[in-house]
């Protein structure tokens, strides 16, 4: 395991010590072929379809399309084409893991104080279920 991390823990290059876009600094959230014009154009589509980047993961695929992936329970896939570049967009990270989430959250719902509570939760559990940063944000 450690020759596939080695080069990125030991790096004293600026590029490994900022967390960043790839071409200024290290990320997980993109793949380290993704360049400005990437980011911008990308930025635009998320912008169109109303999706939060903080909730996702982004890679540059050889043809030059995008995979888009967005943590949620819900399953599924669109392909879009915009402003001349196919984006792939899969909901359904960790869905494994969100699902058992919303199974205990589901479970406190009978223990709630209060409505806000009950409110708070549901909201996660809608957020968990889609995807939609929006929802987490109103909890």
Request: charged residues 25%.
């Given at each position: ?82 402003e001349g570049r196919v984006f792939h967009v899969i909901w359904g990270e960790f869905s494994f893991i969100l699902e058992q989430v919303n199974d205990s959250l589901v479970k406190c719902l009978p223990y709630v104080a209060n409505q806000n509570q009950k409110d708070m939760i549901l909201k ?16």
């Amino acid at each position: 395991m450690i020759p596939l991390v080695e080069k990125e823990i030991f790096a004293s290059d600026p590029a490994y010590l900022t967390i960043d876009y790839p071409t200024k600094g290290v990320t997980a959230y993109f793949s380290r072929n993704f360049d400005d014009s990437d980011h911008e154009i990308l930025d635009k589509f998320l912008a169109e379809k109303k999706i939060s980047i903080l909730n996702t993961w982004s890679f540059k695929n050889a043809d030059g399309s995008i995979t888009l992936t967005i943590a949620s329970v819900l399953k599924k896939q669109e392909t879009f084409t915009f402003e001349g570049r196919v984006f792939h967009v899969i909901w359904g990270e960790f869905s494994f893991i969100l699902e058992q989430v919303n199974d205990s959250l589901v479970k406190c719902l009978p223990y709630v104080a209060n409505q806000n509570q009950k409110d708070m939760i549901l909201k996660y559990i809608e957020h968990f279920n889609t995807g939609d940063i929006d929802a987490h944000k109103d909890s």
